[in-house]
């Protein structure tokens, strides 16, 4: 399968990784800025190098506010019968659409796990794509880790502003929770390693476990112990939830704003 990745920075990059990895698929990126890519990827700086109705897919990875600027200068390098893959958050397909006209179009949301095979995605199918274009695209995304199928676009912005912002939330979770285990005494490379083998740890545990999350945190909370005395901190008035939650609904509504 021939793909033109268009915009190769933190995202594209981290998915570009995964896919090096195998001989299935060529891949041409086409990236002004694209520096150190892996061995076998073919580059161009500008649209007008590319080959037309050459790509099956073409992977649309730019920011999405220059959609509608760059992206006509790239669509005619699909094939007739390929695919539109947009990763960009809050891009609908009708603007999508807007820009090249009545075509196969799949918006993905990935998450920044795929830099390591661990990634997160969602993905919405328009009506005009076939089932092979669903099956391939669900394939090549599944290198980067799991692929839930989504089967409205509202969806796509719901789980972008739980999975696809997520790692942003969680590192700076971690980066709050390394602090605080520096304030105890620890230097910055233990207070590092504790805290992510702690995560790793519980979330391992939590994944292997039938118990609930609720259950799970009372079974390391002993009555009048240590953790109660932590849990009593970080769940004070409920501040923890509204903040998750108001976290979770600000991108929501902002993934929203940007169609
Ligand atoms: N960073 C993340 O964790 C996630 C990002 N996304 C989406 O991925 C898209 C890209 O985001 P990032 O990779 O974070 O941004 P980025 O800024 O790291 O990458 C964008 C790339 O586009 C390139 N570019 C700029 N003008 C171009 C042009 N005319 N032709 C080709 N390439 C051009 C830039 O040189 C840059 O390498 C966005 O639409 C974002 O919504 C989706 C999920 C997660
Ligand atoms: O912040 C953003 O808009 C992109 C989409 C999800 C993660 N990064």
Redesign the pocket.
């Known amino acids: 399968m021939k793909i033109l990745l268009?915009?190769?920075?933190?995202?594209?990059?981290a998915m570009l990784r995964q896919w090096a990895h195998t001989d299935d698929y060529h891949i041409t990126v086409?990236?002004?800025?694209?520096t150190d890519l892996p061995d076998g990827v073919t580059h161009v700086s500008?649209?007008t190098d590319l080959p037309v109705g050459f790509f099956d897919v073409v992977l649309?990875?730019?920011?999405?506010q220059?959609i509608a600027d760059?992206l006509p200068d790239?669509a005619p390098a699909l094939k007739s019968g390929g695919c539109f893959v947009?990763?960009?958050?809050?891009?609908s397909v009708a603007t999508i659409a807007g820009v090249v006209g009545d075509a196969a179009i799949i918006r993905v949301?990935?998450?920044?796990g795929a830099m390591v095979g661990l990634g997160v995605s969602g993905l919405f199918a328009n009506q005009t794509c076939t089932q092979k274009h669903r099956s391939d695209i669900t394939a090549l995304i599944a290198l980067t880790g799991t692929c839930v199928q989504l089967a409205s676009e509202d969806e796509i912005d719901r789980l972008?502003a739980v999975s696809?912002?997520g790692?942003?939330y969680v590192f700076e979770i971690m980066r709050s929770y390394v602090e605080a285990a520096q304030s105890v005494g620890f230097d910055q490379p233990t207070a590092r390693s504790l805290v992510f083998d702690t995560i790793v740890g519980a979330v391992e545990t939590a994944r292997q476990s039938d118990a609930s999350l609720e259950e799970l945190r009372n079974s390391v909370t002993s009555k009048n112990g240590t953790t109660q005395a932590g849990l009593e901190q970080l769940m004070r008035s409920g501040q923890l939830d509204a903040l998750l939650n108001d976290t979770v609904q600000a991108a929501y509504a902002r993934a929203d704003a940007l169609k």
């Not at 949301?109 to 920044?112: A, G, L, Q, S």
Request: proline fraction near 11%; charge should be positive.
């Open positions: 268009i915009g190769c920075g933190k995202m594209g990059g086409a990236d002004p800025a694209a500008k649209a649309i990875a730019i920011k999405p220059m760059v790239y947009s990763i960009a958050a809050g891009c949301m990935p998450n920044m972008t696809g912002s790692p942003g």
